[in-house]
């Protein structure tokens, strides 16, 4: 089963341009929502992670946007750049059990034309 | 700096064979994981551990097994490779608290199996 859903697959975006990549999860238990960022023969490194107690977090030009009640967290890149050309992975996890287990979405490849 | 090295990036092995992943980690994590990547269906856990010798099997642990006699090493064993075990092979690694932290990933494995 598929408990974390993410889209698009797929992105294009021109330089300059926002970016966006939403996901959905499932369980309402989840506490830690990770999104992790992976260039061509690179392994995923983090980029940006938001917990449910804020509904919004910022560094630099990415940010997490987070409702909990709809159960969905999204991606949005400012002012995309051809450097930020990499495939997307949003996660989810539970703090203190699940030993720092990930579930993650389907991952989105986006690429930014210059 | 932490790194998380895995013994080969590529791998090509015959239908049965017995194939070793190995990963090694220098932060001293008490977690360290087996991730399997395929295009459209992101990153999913095979194993994971917690401490030396414990392990737990993840989402898609049919076809695999795990050693973890060191803290620093965790390796991934395909008992009888099938060309559907094809894919790239993903090692992690995390402290451990109540509050999940980074997940530090490798260059990854990619195998194929012949």
């Known amino acids: 089963q598929q408990q974390v859903k993410q889209s698009p697959q797929s992105l294009i975006v021109q330089k300059g341009g926002i970016s966006i990549i939403n996901c959905a999860y499932e369980?309402?238990?989840?506490?830690?929502f990770p999104w992790y960022q992976q260039f061509p023969g690179k392994g995923p490194a983090l980029l940006i992670a938001?917990?449910?107690?804020?509904s919004e977090k910022k560094e630099g030009r990415f940010t997490i946007s987070f409702n909990k009640s709809a159960k969905q967290f999204s991606l949005h890149i400012m002012d995309s750049q051809p450097g930020d050309s990499a495939t997307y992975f949003c996660?989810?996890?539970?703090?203190?059990?699940?030993?720092?287990?990930?579930?993650f979405g389907q991952g989105t490849i986006l690429t930014v034309h210059p | 700096d932490v790194k998380v090295t895995q013994s080969s990036r590529y791998l090509v092995k015959r239908t049965g064979e017995k194939v070793f992943l190995e990963c090694v980690q220098d932060?001293?994590?008490?977690?360290m994981f087996w991730y399997r990547q395929d295009p459209g269906l992101g990153l999913r856990l095979i194993y994971f551990?917690?401490?030396?010798?414990?392990?737990e099997k993840g989402d898609i642990p049919e076809g695999y097994s795990v050693s973890r006699e060191k803290k620093e090493r965790f390796s991934l064993i395909l008992e009888s490779a099938s060309t559907n075990q094809t894919s790239m092979y993903l090692c992690?690694?995390?402290?451990?608290?109540?509050?999940?932290?980074?997940?530090?990933f490798g260059q990854g494995t990619r195998l194929t199996v012949v």
């Open positions: 938001i917990r449910p107690d804020v």
């Open positions: 992690a690694s995390s402290f451990s608290g109540l509050r999940n932290t980074e997940a530090f």
């Open positions: 369980n309402t238990a989840f506490d830690y």
């Open positions: 996660a989810a996890s539970l703090d203190g059990t699940s030993y720092g287990k990930l579930t």
């Open positions: 932060m001293d994590h008490e977690n």
């Open positions: 551990s917690y401490d030396v010798k414990m392990k």
